[in-house]
């Protein structure tokens, strides 16, 4: 299926709020759905026998910084029978009233998820809503902050180690 074929059978499934977005400017077109929807778009779009996105090859966390107080995933699907793919992203705030932002999780679909959503809670705190294991997966556990946030600002020292050089 291509791009267009795709977006027509998310709205066919979901319906026409189903993309707030689409960007067809680039070499890798891509739509942006509702945070809420995620888990569901990609369980229908795993499940579809049209589709089978059996790999999520890369789940990428973004921060738009505090000017803009948001934050992205890109999620980059791709069916190995049918050799297509689909990029997908949503966009949330980075922060409600000083609580992390929670997303859905979708390592329930794709067991790659799993470490891949750690790895964004880790480096950028997002709270993967229904994930079996969120947990620090670079960092230690007591490590304060979230390191590729734009705003993070470096802890002076960690167990009495001299952090910043």
Not at 60 to 84: K, Q, V
Not at 97 to 106: A, D, F, Q, S
Not at 143 to 156: A, M, N, S
Request: proline share 5%; net charge negative; aromatic share 12%.
């Amino acid at each position: 299926m291509n791009f267009p074929e795709l977006k027509d059978l998310l709205v066919q499934q979901f319906g026409e709020t189903v993309i707030v977005a689409e960007n067809i400017q680039t070499l890798q077109s891509s739509i942006t759905v509702p945070v809420e929807r995620i888990a569901d778009i990609c369980q229908f779009l795993y499940e579809n026998s049209q589709t089978y996105f059996d790999f999520l090859e890369c789940l990428t966390a973004l921060d738009n910084g505090p000017e803009l107080g948001t934050m992205e995933i890109i999620y980059h699907l791709y069916s190995i029978p049918y050799e297509h793919s689909l990029i997908l992203k949503i966009l949330f705030s980075r922060t409600n009233e000083g609580v992390l932002p929670k997303v859905p999780t979708v390592s329930h679909i794709w067991r790659t998820a799993n470490w891949h959503e750690r790895e964004a809670f880790d480096l950028m705190g997002i709270q993967f809503v229904g994930h079996p294991d969120l947990r620090r997966i670079l960092l230690p556990a007591d490590w304060e902050g979230f390191p590729l946030r734009k705003d993070y600002t470096e802890q002076e020292t960690y167990h009495g180690i001299k952090v910043k050089y």
